[in-house]
């Protein structure tokens, strides 16, 4: 018996070379690959950032009702009320009192003299004078934030509270012409955060 010994044809050692190359390139890329899971890692984060705005807000005790509703006024009569008014926000803030929509007629506001006392609550016997003057110059003065009256400055815990003493006194010698006269004004108190 005759024993064949085949040598390759020159298509297979053109099909073997070929084939060499894929194999190469896929060694290459595992090789790389467990180069890169074998790097040294680290991370930090830093999630969940939120957002919020503080408030200010203010309230007072007056139940949607005007403090004086005095009729049939004559010279010399005064009165006098509490009001309070409460921070409920939560940023520092400073609260300005001005007066809005004054109107009179037969100049009654210039002899109708206001005295607003700042307080620690309606219950405290003293504190700051604001504001003591005529109704005129109160509503001429005092006409917004920027040129408001008053020192409070809540710190931003809500439920902070100021007392306002207000009181009205008609001057004893009030011209005659004053006589059926009208006077009216809205008081605002207006905080700002700082």
Not at 78 to 91: A, D, H, N, P, W
Not at 107 to 116: I, P, R
Not at 167 to 176: L, V
Request: charged share 20%; glycine share 10%.
């Amino acid at each position: 018996m005759t024993t064949t010994t085949r040598t390759p044809g020159q298509r297979s050692k053109k099909i073997a070379a070929w084939s060499i190359v894929p194999i190469s390139l896929l060694a290459s890329g595992l090789i790389v690959s467990q180069a890169s899971r074998a790097a040294f890692s680290a991370t930090t984060d830093n999630p969940g950032n939120n957002w919020a705005a503080g408030t200010v807000a203010l309230e007072d005790n007056d139940s949607g009702k005007a403090l004086f509703d005095v009729r049939d006024l004559a010279p010399g009569q005064q009165g006098e009320k509490c009001i309070t008014v409460t921070s409920r926000g939560s940023l520092a803030s400073a609260v300005k009192l001005y007066a809005t929509d004054a109107k009179a007629t037969k100049d009654l506001d210039k002899h109708l003299n206001l005295k607003v006392t700042e307080v620690a609550s309606c219950d405290a016997p003293t504190g700051a004078v604001i504001f003591d003057g005529s109704m005129d110059r109160l509503g001429a003065s005092a006409t917004g934030y920027t040129t408001g009256i008053g020192s409070w400055k809540p710190a931003g815990t809500p439920g902070e509270a100021r007392g306002y003493h207000v009181q009205y006194t008609f001057a004893a010698d009030a011209p005659n012409s004053t006589q059926g006269g009208t006077a009216s004004l809205g008081l605002v108190w207006e905080a700002q955060n700082q």
